[in-house]
């Protein structure tokens, strides 16, 4: 029997998924046979990070959302990047699926992207960023803001206590694409650490923000773990990009992370820039020679 949840999920969630078809698009056979050109195609899954929210202008109708600027609208006017690539992520995105979600979780865009032909044996590259929904990072961030320290160091205690189904359920996520695409190198980024304690004042004090950078960087190595799991096998990367955003904090004097002090949970808020998606792309290009998986055709 279909429950309530699941009836009232259906309009919004088919409102995601028809966004999402949208930004993968339909593949079509060519004309005629050419000689193959090498590049590499790459497909993109997960959250607001991947989606490229706090980058640029909206591509995209909610409840899948995404910009024009963020890293992977970056790689992908990269010449060595194929015409079969896409960018399937959306900004609020989980691991599995949720009856009461509307946005597309990362199981549902790895099965879309499959079913559209984006997913494929063809596949060279495959992006992945995900957790913090999963463990509703915000609340914390409200909580370490408006609380005092010790009801912000149980906030993220209980981020930490919730990690751990994090990993398998992301672990399943890597899994289904590693059956669907198993040419393709997986890279999982991590996360940038938000503040810098030592940098200009903000609404957490500064034992609060080294309370949350510690609870990122425990987040990050839970993806980690999951990124390098026995079932994911070979060619998935990890990529950290704690050292690239060292000095670019949201309260840096350069930063490369959005905040309005005046509108303090915009969804542009906490999520990275232009100049951080970039950083972002750098640390892929970095990590991973997209030259020779262009020469592995």
Same mark, same amino acid.
């Given at each position: 029997m279909e429950t309530t949840a699941l009836r009232r999920r259906h309009p919004a969630f088919a409102a995601g998924l028809a966004a999402l078809a949208v930004a993968l698009g339909s593949t079509a056979a060519p004309a005629a046979a050419a000689p193959p050109v090498p590049d590499v195609d790459l497909v993109a899954f997960g959250d607001s990070y991947t989606a490229?929210?706090?980058?640029?202008?909206?591509?995209?109708?909610?409840?899948?959302?995404?910009?024009?600027? /963020? #890293?992977?609208? &970056?790689?992908?006017?990269?010449?060595?990047?194929?015409?079969?690539?896409?960018?399937?992520?959306?900004?609020?995105?989980?691991?599995? !699926? *949720?009856?009461? $979600?509307?946005?597309?979780?990362v199981m549902e865009q790895v099965a879309?992207?499959?079913?559209? /032909?984006?997913?494929?044996v063809r596949t060279e590259l495959v992006t992945v960023t995900a957790g913090p929904n999963d463990i509703d %990072? =915000?609340?914390? &961030?409200?909580?370490?803001?408006?609380?005092?320290? $010790? +009801?912000?160091?149980?906030? @993220?205690?209980?981020?930490? !206590?919730?990690?751990?189904? @994090?990993?398998?359920?992301?672990?399943?996520?890597?899994?289904?694409?590693?059956?669907?695409?198993?040419?393709? =190198?997986? @890279?999982? %980024?991590?996360?940038?650490?938000? %503040? $810098?304690? $030592?940098g200009w004042p903000t609404l957490l004090t500064p034992e609060a923000q080294r309370l949350v950078n510690a609870g990122t960087l425990? &987040?990050?190595? =839970?993806?980690?773990?999951?990124?390098?799991?026995? *079932?994911?096998?070979?060619? +998935?990367? #990890?990529? !950290?990009?704690? *050292?690239?955003?060292?000095?670019?904090?949201?309260?840096?004097?350069?930063?490369w992370i959005n905040f309005n002090p005046a509108d303090p949970f915009a969804l542009q808020n906490f999520h990275p820039n232009a100049a951080g998606h970039e950083a972002y792309a750098g640390a892929l290009e970095g990590a991973v020679n997209l030259d020779s998986l262009a020469r592995r055709n």
């Amino acid at each position: 029997m279909e429950t309530t949840a699941l009836r009232r999920r259906h309009p919004a969630f088919a409102a995601g998924l028809a966004a999402l078809a949208v930004a993968l698009g339909s593949t079509a056979a060519p004309a005629a046979a050419a000689p193959p050109v090498p590049d590499v195609d790459l497909v993109a899954f997960g959250d607001s990070y991947t989606a490229g929210i706090g980058a640029g202008a909206y591509t995209t109708a909610a409840p899948c959302l995404q910009t024009n600027g /963020g #890293y992977v609208s &970056l790689l992908l006017k990269l010449p060595v990047v194929g015409g079969n690539s896409a960018n399937a992520a959306c900004a609020g995105a989980v691991l599995t !699926d *949720r009856p009461s $979600d509307a946005v597309p979780s990362v199981m549902e865009q790895v099965a879309a992207a499959s079913a559209a /032909g984006k997913l494929s044996v063809r596949t060279e590259l495959v992006t992945v960023t995900a957790g913090p929904n999963d463990i509703d %990072f =915000t609340t914390p &961030l409200k909580i370490c803001a408006t609380m005092p320290l $010790d +009801a912000c160091a149980q906030a @993220v205690q209980r981020v930490r !206590d919730a990690l751990p189904a @994090v990993q398998a359920n992301l672990v399943e996520a890597l899994t289904a694409v590693r059956r669907a695409a198993p040419r393709a =190198t997986i @890279v999982v %980024f991590g996360y940038p650490l938000l %503040f $810098d304690p $030592d940098g200009w004042p903000t609404l957490l004090t500064p034992e609060a923000q080294r309370l949350v950078n510690a609870g990122t960087l425990t &987040l990050n190595g =839970t993806i980690e773990r999951a990124a390098v799991s026995p *079932r994911v096998k070979a060619k +998935a990367v #990890y990529v !950290d990009v704690t *050292r690239a955003f060292t000095g670019h904090a949201l309260n840096s004097a350069a930063p490369w992370i959005n905040f309005n002090p005046a509108d303090p949970f915009a969804l542009q808020n906490f999520h990275p820039n232009a100049a951080g998606h970039e950083a972002y792309a750098g640390a892929l290009e970095g990590a991973v020679n997209l030259d020779s998986l262009a020469r592995r055709n």
